[in-house]
């Protein structure tokens, strides 16, 4: 949900989003860098590459999308 915020907002840089649509065609695009058919080594880009794509595209977000939110207090009398 992060990214999807984070594509449509005006202030992320176009190389971010740029980013992102070319990880989400890749998951679902059926050419891989590696092919599945040499076993254990085709799955290598679903189960490695992908998560690190978008650990860096999160890394380079601006601040205002990975702040975290600071929960309101209640006072109790």
Known sequence: MLLWHAF??????????LATAFVA???????????EVLPLI??????????LMVSWIVSRLPPEFT???VPARVRRR
């Open 8 to 17: 449509r907002a005006p202030e992320t840089p176009l190389y971010l989003k």
């Open 67 to 69: 702040a975290k939110p």
């Open 25 to 35: 065609f890749y998951l679902v695009n059926p050419f891989d860098l590696i092919p």
């Open 42 to 51: 085709g799955f290598v880009d679903d189960l490695i590459l992908v998560p």
